[in-house]
Nanobody, 124 residues
Framework: VQLQASGGGLAQAGGSLSLSCAAS????????MGWFRQRPGQEREFVAV????????YYADSVKGRFAISRNTATNTAFLQMNSLKPEDTAVYYC??????????????????WGQGTQVTVSS
């Protein structure tokens, strides 16, 4: 089972970036997919999660109204559109998956699968 994250990079405050997460080696039917982020010296922080059918989404208060999570169930790919970026959004972003029945949860220990991180840097 692999989650391959892509996207990210550098943006100015107020700008936009998008992330993608492609799942392979598993159907992920019944699995929610989500994103966490981690700043240096800090714990991994919940960002957003989307249910297996794509019909339910949950966001951290810090990104609500600015970020949008979506998924393509046919290709097992999740997306995170990040708008109105702030310098405090700077972090390594990780895609993840967990059993659908467990969401909403912001506890990273409840997530079974993790992709490699991708850096997002927002300059002021």
């Amino acid at each position: 089972v692999q989650l391959q994250a892509s996207g990210g990079g550098l943006a100015q405050a107020g700008g936009s970036l998008s992330l993608s997460c492609a799942a392979s080696g598993h159907t992920f039917k019944g699995y929610a997919m989500g994103w966490f982020r981690q700043r240096p010296g800090q714990e991994r922080e919940f960002v957003a999660v989307i249910g297996s059918s794509g019909g339910t989404t949950y966001y951290a208060d810090s990104v609500k109204g600015r970020f949008a999570i979506s998924r393509n169930t046919a290709t097992n790919t999740a997306f995170l559109q990040m708008n109105s970026l702030k310098p405090e959004d700077t972090a390594v972003y990780y895609c993840t998956a967990t059993w659908d029945a467990l969401i909403p949860t912001d506890d990273y220990r409840k997530y079974d699968y993790w992709g490699q991180g991708t850096q997002v840097t927002v300059s002021s």
